[in-house]
């Protein structure tokens, strides 16, 4: 074993996984080799192999998936039984299909298989899916070879291992694979993808933070300019502190002498409002007395006119009572009158019927007498009468 593959197994070691090297699935595609390495991140392999199962129950084609909300997704996923863990992981699912999506223009990673430039340009940037996984889907896209990246030779090539020979990865790989421990390249791809994932960025690398650093020329450096520029921007902070200090005793200062002046205006204005309160007390004490004066004089006026109606009233009902009992005296009094002159007329009235009484019983006694004597007259003429027509009869005859 080289000097150098002896150093990347070194380097190998001091690196470790966030997510644990997902188990290969067989019979399953690359999108879904892609999904599974994504679930072991938080579940263990059967939840994961659950939760493909039920999504590709729930939903027809991946686009569909993709575009479902999270709370959609997490309520397929009852028959998985992941409890508070349904959410997130249905978040990954639609931010592993989106990231597939916006890289590959598509929902199909099988372009890993016979595809070398599509497949590099697919690892260049993912911030989500990251190098480690996409070079373990690279790793079973090649039929478990040794996946050679722009990315993984970058990382390699800044920590000494090989170096870039204008972007060949025919001649990169010649360098690469007598490094990759026997039996291991899946761990190493992986490994070193993590780095470059975390830490080894190709446009802004956290040197700093990365665990390589002391094993890298380049991260060495970087961390140098770092360290310095942190020193630098530690004075700048100092400085900053200081001014700011300075900025914040001056503001206090600022403040304490407005808080003095708002203090003393507030005394003065509170010594004038007291002073208009005292005023105004006393103004409204003296309306006060005034109106107490004003009510208890009407009050008086009020009380010695109603006694005075009081009197003009008991004496208009004296004068009242008087004037009723002489009414009464003088109804009583005509009402005498009134019964004596009616006795009177009643006394007239039955000597005036008596009298009328007595000259039709005399009427009726004279008529009475009348008749007697026309009835002995009539009686005493009927011979004559009789004799009378007797007379001219006969002498009818004898003519």
């Not at 998936?65 to 992941?82: D, M, S």
């Not at 530690?234 to 708002?262: N, S």
């Not at 004089?297 to 009992?325: F, P, S």
């Amino acid at each position: 074993m080289s000097k150098k593959s002896d150093a990347a197994v070194k380097l190998m070691e001091k690196i470790q996984l966030r997510h644990p090297i997902p188990e290969q699935l067989e019979g399953y595609s690359l999108m879904h080799q892609g999904l599974y390495a994504i679930l072991r991140r938080q579940l263990q392999p059967a939840p994961s192999l659950k939760v493909i199962e039920v999504l590709k129950t729930a939903y027809g084609d991946w686009n569909e998936l993709r575009v479902a909300q999270a709370q959609e997704i997490a309520g397929h996923l009852k028959p998985a039984q992941l409890g508070e863990r349904a959410i997130p992981v249905a978040r990954d699912v639609r931010e592993y299909l989106q990231e597939v999506f916006q890289r590959s223009h598509g929902l199909d990673l099988e372009f890993l298989r016979d595809d070398p430039v599509s497949s590099a340009r697919f690892v260049s940037i993912l911030p989500f899916i990251g190098t480690a996984t996409a070079s373990y889907l690279m790793w079973i896209a090649s039929g478990r070879e040794l996946p050679v990246t722009p990315t993984l030779v970058r990382v390699l090539d800044r920590i000494g291992l090989v170096t870039r020979q204008g972007g060949s990865m025919k001649k990169a790989r010649a360098q690469i694979e007598p490094l990759v421990p026997e039996h291991d390249q899946l761990g190493f791809v992986v490994k070193f993808g993590e780095v470059a994932s975390r830490w080894c960025d190709a446009r802004k690398p956290a040197c700093h933070a990365c665990v390589l650093v002391d094993d890298c020329k380049y991260g060495k450096k970087a961390y140098k300019e770092w360290k310095l520029q942190q020193e630098r921007l530690e004075v700048l902070r100092q400085k900053d502190e200081a001014r700011q200090a300075v900025l914040r005793q001056k503001e206090e200062e600022r403040l304490a002498r407005e808080a003095a002046k708002a203090a003393k205006k507030a005394a003065a204005d509170a010594a004038k409002k007291a002073a208009e309160d005292a005023r105004l007390a006393a103004i409204a004490a003296r309306k006060k007395a005034q109106e107490d004066e004003r009510l208890r004089i009407k009050k008086e006026r009020e009380a010695e006119l109603a006694k005075k109606a009081a009197a003009r009233q008991a004496e208009i009902q004296k004068k009242q009572q008087a004037k009723e009992a002489k009414a009464k005296e003088l109804a009583a009094k005509k009402l005498a009158a009134e019964k004596a002159r009616a006795k009177a007329l009643a006394d007239k009235e039955k000597a005036r019927l008596a009298k009328q009484a007595k000259e039709a019983a005399a009427a009726k006694a004279a008529a009475a007498k009348a008749a007697a004597l026309k009835a002995k007259a009539k009686k005493a003429a009927a011979p004559k009468a009789a004799a009378s027509k007797k007379k001219p009869a006969k002498g009818k005859k004898k003519r």
